[in-house]
């Protein structure tokens, strides 16, 4: 148990496809992010939330929708993805903005587009 | 973020201490040095960070050079458990962004 759960574990979707990943903590935390992992690749930071407000958007495309409706829950909408967005998509929260404080990871939805 | 490098694969046996190097000799004074680990079909977990003075925690320590441009994580009895890729990363303190940029990592095998 990590603290930080993400649903669901595993997704397969078309390239047609509207979906969404959601990411739940309940450790207080007041940041949020969401990475991306592909497979032979490092993490790659997509998107960033500080009290709900997003601060970075790494060069995302906008077939991805980060949503943050409160400080414990954080979506990726999804639509229109490619088969190179296959990946496994991780959820992060830390106590703080800062790099003092630690990230807690969830174990992540492994997607699949087919 | 400044860079950190780390070999691509370490092995141990089962109940040895393991230290995993990180160079990181483009530091600055604000950043912390983080480590965390990747267990098969997991989310990376936090292990330990510091700044400046070596740190110990439940999971391991943290060394960490007189003029910071290196660290060693250090796990005192390796188990099988212990199995997983190990990042340094730098953080910087006073970033307005509290992001992580990951590199390749450590690739840790424990023989029995």
């Known amino acids: 148990e990590t603290g930080v759960t993400q649903t669901p574990r595993h997704l397969v979707m078309g390239m047609t496809n509207k979906k969404s990943l959601k990411c739940e903590q309940h450790?207080?935390?007041?940041?949020m992010y969401w990475y991306k992992q592909s497979a032979k690749k490092p993490l790659e930071l997509m998107f960033v939330?500080?009290?709900?407000?997003?601060?970075e958007n790494n060069s995302v495309p906008s077939r991805f929708s980060p949503e943050c409706p409160n400080s414990s829950h954080l979506f990726l909408h999804l639509h229109t993805l490619q088969p190179e967005d296959s990946a496994l998509y991780l959820c992060?929260?830390?106590?703080?903005?800062?790099?003092?404080?630690?990230?807690?990871f969830g174990n992540g939805t492994r997607l699949t587009v087919t | 973020d400044a860079k950190t490098t780390q070999p691509n694969s370490m092995e141990s046996n089962e109940e040895e201490p393991v230290h995993l190097p990180c160079n990181h000799s483009t530091i600055s004074g604000t950043d912390y040095i983080h480590w965390y680990r990747q267990l098969p079909s997991q989310g990376p977990e936090y292990v330990i960070h510091?700044?400046?003075s070596n740190v110990n925690n439940r999971m391991a320590s943290l060394a960490i050079a007189e003029d910071r441009k290196s660290s060693t994580l250090i796990l005192h009895r390796a188990t099988l458990r212990d199995a997983a890729v190990y990042y340094c990363?730098?953080?910087?303190?006073?970033?307005?962004?509290?992001?992580?940029?990951f590199g390749q990592g450590t690739i840790l095998t424990v023989h029995p």
């Open positions: 992060a929260s830390s106590q703080e903005f800062g790099g003092h404080s630690p990230l807690h």
């Open positions: 990363i730098l953080r910087d303190r006073g970033t307005s962004y509290g992001k992580l940029t």
């Open positions: 450790l207080g935390h007041n940041a």
């Open positions: 939330y500080n009290f709900k407000e997003q601060t």
């Open positions: 510091g700044l400046t």
